[in-house]
């Protein structure tokens, strides 16, 4: 079955009076459960505490050693790939930790137009649908096995199917991550359980270009003030690299 359904986000256009305070999370949570992700644009920015006190007064928030709140943003010393130019690889949030089943981003500062650092979202219920039988049937096959040290906020080792169920809304979605290789800070190991090093790595290979053909995929260019929120179960997300000294300021906070 081959989508001819574009994947993008369902947009919610300021009116230049309201704020996103004036708009319940929970209903925006179900456009996020229908659309996967819904893009808040032209909204005035709300500090740090305000879009916590937002979120959490509305919903439970995933917490980490440093709190709910990530500053997604290039750092001068950084332990993790996240914390630098450079691409990141999909995944899904909480892997080896807790699965939130929201994200929701807040763009502080945009890079610079043509420098690159779009978020690179992955419809995996559409990969699914537009599988061939024979494809979806070694799919359905596959234990993939994850595994990284703890130097940053994250670590472990965990196992999962590749194909799974939305808990919500019953679809089949896909449970994926392409490997980190060793030339990134953190590496992440990522094998398919019962197969050599060879087979397992032209699976992932072979999988990896399925999630990124365009009608699975959407790539975010951020502007400044934007409020993304995306389904985490459905969706795996990237990064594109962006120039270094391009401005890149992201917000994140899971929601659970």
């Known amino acids: 079955m081959n989508h001819t359904i574009q994947f993008k986000p369902y947009t919610i256009q300021a009116d230049g009076i309201s704020g996103?305070?004036?708009?319940?999370?929970?209903?925006?949570?179900?456009?996020?459960?229908?659309?996967?992700?819904?893009?808040l644009r032209g909204f005035k920015s709300l500090d740090?505490?305000?879009?916590?006190?937002?979120?959490?007064?509305?919903?439970?928030?995933?917490?980490?050693?440093?709190?709910?709140?990530?500053?997604?943003?290039?750092?001068?010393?950084?332990?993790?790939?996240?914390?630098?130019?450079?691409?990141?690889?999909?995944?899904?949030?909480?892997?080896?930790?807790?699965?939130?089943?929201?994200?929701?981003?807040h763009c502080l500062q945009a890079p610079n137009i043509g420098n690159g650092g779009e978020?690179?979202?992955?419809?995996?219920?559409?990969?699914w649908q537009n599988a061939t039988d024979d494809q979806k049937k070694e799919w359905l096959q596959y234990n993939l096995s994850f595994q990284t040290e703890k130097v940053a906020h994250y670590g472990g080792s965990i196992t999962?199917?590749?194909?799974?169920?939305?808990?919500?809304?019953?679809?089949?979605?896909?449970?994926f991550a392409e490997p980190v290789g060793e030339d990134y800070l953190n590496p992440v190991l990522v094998k398919v359980s019962g197969k050599s090093e060879d087979e397992s790595h032209n699976i992932l290979s072979s999988i990896s270009?399925?999630?990124?053909?365009?009608?699975?995929?959407?790539?975010?260019?951020?502007?400044?003030?934007?409020?993304?929120?995306?389904?985490?179960?459905?969706?795996?997300?990237?990064?594109?690299?962006?120039?270094?000294?391009?401005?890149?300021?992201?917000?994140?906070i899971q929601i659970l």
């Open 209 to 252: 270009q399925q999630m990124r053909m365009k009608e699975n995929l959407y790539q975010h260019e951020w502007q400044q003030g934007d409020f993304l929120l995306a389904d985490n179960f459905s969706l795996l997300h990237g990064r594109n690299s962006f120039q270094q000294y391009s401005p890149r300021h992201l917000r994140r």
């Open 48 to 105: 740090r505490d305000n879009l916590l006190n937002y979120c959490q007064s509305q919903a439970q928030l995933l917490s980490w050693d440093f709190g709910p709140v990530m500053e997604m943003k290039v750092d001068e010393k950084p332990k993790n790939y996240l914390f630098t130019e450079g691409d990141v690889p999909l995944h899904w949030d909480g892997a080896f930790y807790q699965e939130p089943r929201f994200l929701l981003f």
């Open 20 to 39: 996103l305070t004036s708009k319940p999370l929970k209903m925006i949570l179900r456009l996020v459960t229908q659309y996967k992700i819904v893009l």
């Open 160 to 175: 999962r199917k590749l194909v799974d169920v939305h808990p919500d809304t019953n679809q089949t979605i896909m449970r």
């Open 119 to 127: 978020t690179v979202f992955v419809n995996t219920e559409f990969v």
